[in-house]
């Protein structure tokens, strides 16, 4: 039996503070919030809920998922 590896689907989730609620401009660039990069889309949402459920008290703070799979390999999306 061998081991093979499941396809890598790599997951970026990172946040900010928006200009305005109904845009997504990030008023200053230099305080992103990196969150981290995430093997699949459950663990990616799991921290993706965690940092936004821990900043409700701030409702221009906004947190996204980026499907980095899907910038690395366009066609296969």
Not at 1 to 24: A, I, N, R, Y
Not at 44 to 52: V, Y
Request: no cysteine.
């Amino acid at each position: 039996m061998t081991d093979t590896p499941g396809k890598q689907l790599l997951h970026l989730v990172f946040g900010g503070e928006l200009e305005k609620l109904d845009s997504t401009t990030f008023k200053d660039l230099s305080k992103l919030d990196i969150v981290g990069i995430y093997p699949n889309y459950a663990t990616a949402h799991a921290a993706w809920k965690a940092k936004a459920q821990a900043s409700v008290d701030n409702a221009h703070m906004r947190y996204f998922i980026v499907h980095l799979h899907r910038l690395l390999e366009p066609g296969q999306a």
